[in-house]
C-alpha cells in the first residue's frame, strides 16, 4: 500500500468582506439584487454559485411577474424532490419585501406522496385554480407537458432549478419542451444553475435559444470574496494503491464537519460491498457506541474521547435511511453546529443538498462528470459562523499498467485534471481583456498599481469591487457583433469547459513530447468555438477564440509565477491568518512584466496544460507517469484529414497576414505545422485521383 499523495491544485483565500452575505433594503443580497433588476425579461437565465440565493431571487422575480407583469401562476421545476423545500414560504416582508412568499401545502407536489407521473392530475387541478405557485419535480413537469401540451402553460412563469439537466440533444425531454415553449412564445422562462455546462460535453441550449436570455452571472470570485466567515477554499486530487478503505483515514479529518462519497459499486474504486465499506470506515474512525434513537445517527468515540454523530445513507434499508435523511432535513437543527459531525453517502447529499457547516467534501472516485464535481464542491461552500476554510478532496486510485481497466484509470485521471483546471478558472477572478492601443485611457474604477496607467505598456488593472481583473495584450481581436461580446463576457469559462473536456486535446496536452502548442490553442480551440457558435463571423470567431485561451492561459501562467514568487494562493499574515488573496493578481502582473510584449501569439504559444502537467508529476511516481504517456501515446495518430483541414485554414490566415504560404522547413514549430496540414491534405487528393 503506499500513502496518498497530496496535491492541492488549487487553493485560494478571499477578502471575507461580507458583502455577498449582506441585504438591501428590500431585503436581497448583491446577486438577488442583480437578478430584480432584470426582472421585466421573459426568458431569463441565472448563474450563480451554490448558497448565492438562488431560490429566493427567484421568490423575488416572481412575486414581481404575478402582481405587475400580468402572468396568472408560477411553476417552479426541480431535478429532484428534496430541492422543493428550497421553495417553501418565506416571510420576506419581513426583511423589507412588499410581499411574502407562500405556496400552499398542496401545490408543493414534492412534498407529497406518490410518484412523479401520478401527479400530472395534480398539475391539471392547479392550472385550472385560482393559486399563484406550484414546485414540482422535472420529471413530474415533463410527464404534464406530454399530457396536457404547451400551450396549457401560457401566461405563466416557468422556472428551472438546476437548469443544467437540460440539454440540446433531441432526445432529451426537458430541453424539447423549453424550446417548444419559446417557440410559442407566450411563457416567461427564469433558468437558474451553479454550474452552466454538461458534464457529458452537450450544449445546455442551441446558440440561437440561448441567445433569447438575458444572463445574470455572478461569479465564485464574487461569492467567496463576499463571505463573512469562510476565507479559504483548497481543492485537490489525492492518488493512492491498493484499497481506498486502507487510506481513507490519510484524507479523513474526523474533526472536520464532512460529506463522504464512497465510489459506486460499479467504479474499480469500489470494494463492491458498500456496506462493509461503511463499516470499515466506522471501524477507522473509533469505537462504535450504538445508534442514537431519535436521529438515527451512528455514534462513533474517537481516541480523545469526543463522540462522532456520522449519518450513514448508504444503507438500503428504507426505515433506516428514511430516519437519517429526516433528521438532516430537521429545519430547527439548521443552525445547529453539533447536530451531525459526518454523513457518509453514495448518490445522495449532492445537488441542492444544504448543510452550512460542512467543512470538508471528501469523494472517492473520479464522478461521472463535471457537473457533479461543482455540485459536490459546492456543498463546503456554505458560509458558516466560525468556519474559515473549506476544501474538497478527490481521492482517486492510481493508474495501474498491469491492470484490466488500465485505460479507463487513465481516463478518471485525465478527468481529475480537466476538473482541477475548470475549478481553478471558476475560482477566479473575472477577466476584461483589451487590445493595447496607443490611444487607450485608463478605465475608471480599476487600480493600474504603485506606478499608474502606462500608455506605452500592456497593463493590468485590477476592479476591486467586481473581482475583475483588467489586461491589455497586443494583437488582441475585438469582437464586432453583439453576440461575440456576450460571449466574451459571459460564456468564457463554458468554452474552457469543453477544451479541458476534450480526451484527444489534454491527452496531447499532458503526454505528446512533439506538440506545437498553436494545434491545441489555434486550432482545437478553432474548431469547438465553430461548432457551438456556427453563426458567428470568421472575425468574431477568432476573437471568441483567443479571449478563451487568454483567460486559460493566463491563470495557468499566474500560478507558475505565483509559486515563483514564494506566494502560493493561500498567503497567511504573521499571525497565521489568512490575508486578502492577491496572489493570482501578482501573478498576473509579474506574467505580463517578465515579457517584452504581452501579445495573443505569445499567449497561444503557451501549452495550456503545461502547469497541470508539473502537478501531475509531483503526485505520480516517475515510473508510473511514463506508463501512463506510453498507453497515450500508444493510440496516438499522427495526423488526421479533420486536423489537417484546420490546419490548413490556420494557413490561409497567415498567408493573409504574412505575405506567404508556411513553408514545411520553416524553423518555427508552428509555421511547420500548418506546412505539414497542406502537405497531408494534398497527398489526400493526389491518392485519391490515383484511384
Not at 450513514?312 to 435511511?321: A, Q, S, T
Not at 475585438?478 to 489534454?506: G, M, N, W, Y
Not at 511514463?626 to 490566415?653: D, G, H, T, Y
Request: include cysteine.
Amino acid at each position: 500500500m503506499s500513502k496518498p499523495t497530496a496535491v492541492p491544485s488549487v487553493s485560494a483565500t478571499y477578502a471575507q468582506d461580507g458583502s455577498s452575505t449582506k441585504s438591501n433594503e428590500l431585503g436581497m443580497r448583491p446577486m438577488q439584487e442583480l437578478a430584480y433588476q432584470k426582472r421585466g425579461e421573459q426568458y431569463l437565465l441565472i448563474k450563480s454559485p451554490p448558497a448565492s440565493g438562488k431560490s429566493r431571487a427567484l421568490m423575488f422575480i416572481a412575486l414581481d411577474k404575478l402582481e405587475n407583469q400580468g402572468l396568472q401562476q408560477a411553476i417552479i421545476v426541480v431535478p429532484e424532490k428534496a430541492i422543493g423545500s428550497s421553495f417553501h414560504n418565506e416571510p420576506l416582508s419581513q426583511f423589507g419585501f412588499w410581499a411574502d412568499w407562500q405556496v400552499e401545502p398542496r401545490w408543493n407536489l414534492c412534498d407529497a406522496p406518490g410518484t412523479d407521473g401520478g401527479k400530472v392530475d395534480a398539475v391539471q387541478k392547479f392550472l385550472d385554480s385560482e393559486a399563484k405557485a406550484l414546485v414540482c419535480t422535472h420529471a413530474t413537469f415533463r410527464f404534464a407537458v406530454e399530457k396536457f401540451g404547451i400551450a396549457a402553460l401560457d401566461d405563466r412563469l416557468i422556472a428551472v432549478d438546476e437548469f443544467h439537466h437540460v440539454s440540446a440533444n433531441p432526445d432529451n425531454k426537458l430541453g424539447d419542451h423549453i424550446r417548444q415553449l419559446m417557440a410559442r412564445d407566450k411563457t416567461h422562462i427564469v433558468a437558474m444553475t451553479g454550474s452552466y455546462f454538461r458534464g457529458d460535453a452537450e450544449a445546455v441550449l442551441h446558440p440561437e435559444d440561448e441567445a433569447r436570455f438575458e444572463p445574470v452571472t455572478y461569479t465564485y470570485y464574487q461569492q467567496l470574496n463576499g463571505y463573512q466567515y469562510l476565507k479559504q477554499l483548497d481543492i485537490g486530487y489525492y492518488f493512492y494503491s491498493g484499497r481506498y478503505t486502507d487510506e481513507i483515514m490519510e484524507v479523513l479529518n474526523p474533526h472536520e464537519k464532512t460529506i463522504l462519497h464512497i465510489p459506486n459499486v460499479n467504479s474499480r474504486e469500489s470494494t463492491k460491498d458498500k456496506i462493509k465499506e461503511v463499516e470499515h470506515i466506522i471501524e477507522e474512525l473509533g469505537e462504535w457506541q450504538g445508534i442514537d434513537p431519535e436521529t438515527g445517527f451512528q455514534l462513533v468515540k474517537l481516541a480523545d474521547g469526543k463522540v462522532l454523530k456520522i449519518a450513514d445513507l448508504v444503507d438500503d434499508d428504507p426505515n433506516k435511511r428514511d430516519k437519517v435523511s429526516a433528521a438532516l432535513k430537521d429545519p430547527t437543527q439548521k443552525n445547529n453546529r453539533d447536530h451531525v459531525d459526518i454523513i457518509i453517502a453514495l448518490g445522495m447529499a449532492k445537488e441542492g443538498f444544504d448543510w452550512i457547516w460542512c467543512e470538508h467534501a471528501l469523494t472517492v472516485g473520479y464522478r461521472s462528470s463535471l457537473t457533479e464535481i461543482v455540485q459536490i464542491i459546492g456543498r463546503a461552500t456554505r458560509d458558516a459562523p466560525g468556519k474559515t476554510r473549506a476544501r474538497f478532496t478527490n481521492l482517486i486510485a492510481e493508474p495501474d499498467a498491469a491492470s484490466e481497466v488500465v485505460t479507463e484509470a487513465v481516463n478518471d485521471t485525465l478527468k481529475a485534471i480537466a476538473a482541477s483546471l475548470l475549478m481553478e478558472q471558476v475560482l477566479a477572478p473575472r477577466f476584461e481583456f483589451r487590445p493595447k492601443h496607443p490611444q487607450n485611457q485608463p478605465t475608471l474604477g480599476f487600480d493600474y498599481g504603485e506606478n499608474g496607467y502606462d500608455p506605452n505598456g500592456c497593463n493590468v488593472g485590477v476592479n476591486t469591487d467586481t473581482g475583475q481583473i483588467q489586461i491589455e495584450i497586443k494583437g488582441l481581436a475585438e469582437p464586432k457583433s453583439p453576440e461575440a461580446e456576450r460571449i466574451c463576457r459571459e460564456d468564457l469559462t463554458e468554452l474552457v469547459t469543453a477544451f479541458v473536456q476534450d480526451k484527444h486535446t489534454i491527452e496531447r496536452g499532458l503526454f505528446d513530447e512533439e506538440l506545437v502548442p498553436e494545434e491545441l490553442t489555434q486550432v482545437r480551440m478553432g474548431k469547438i468555438i465553430q461548432e457551438k457558435f456556427p453563426d458567428l463571423e470568421q472575425e468574431d470567431q477568432e476573437a471568441v477564440r483567443q479571449q478563451a485561451i487568454a483567460a486559460l492561459n493566463l491563470v495557468q501562467q499566474a500560478k507558475k509565477n505565483a509559486a515563483e514568487m514564494g506566494g502560493r494562493y493561500n498567503v497567511n499574515s504573521d499571525d497565521g491568518e489568512p490575508m486578502k488573496n492577491t496572489a493570482l493578481i501578482d501573478g498576473v502582473k509579474q506574467f505580463a512584466l517578465s515579457v517584452t510584449d504581452l501579445d495573443m501569439d505569445l499567449i497561444d504559444r503557451i501549452n495550456p496544460f503545461g502547469e497541470a502537467y508539473a502537478i501531475l508529476a509531483k503526485s505520480m511516481s516517475e515510473e508510473r507517469l511514463r506508463q501512463v504517456a506510453a498507453i497515450i501515446a500508444a493510440k496516438r495518430i499522427s495526423l488526421s484529414v479533420e486536423e489537417a483541414r484546420e490546419l490548413a485554414k490556420r494557413a490561409v490566415r497567415f498567408k493573409q497576414e504574412k505575405g506567404r504560404v508556411p513553408s514545411l522547413i520553416a524553423t518555427d514549430p508552428w509555421e511547420k505545422r500548418m506546412a505539414e496540414g497542406i502537405a497531408f491534405l494534398q497527398r489526400k487528393v493526389k491518392e485519391e485521383n490515383n484511384g
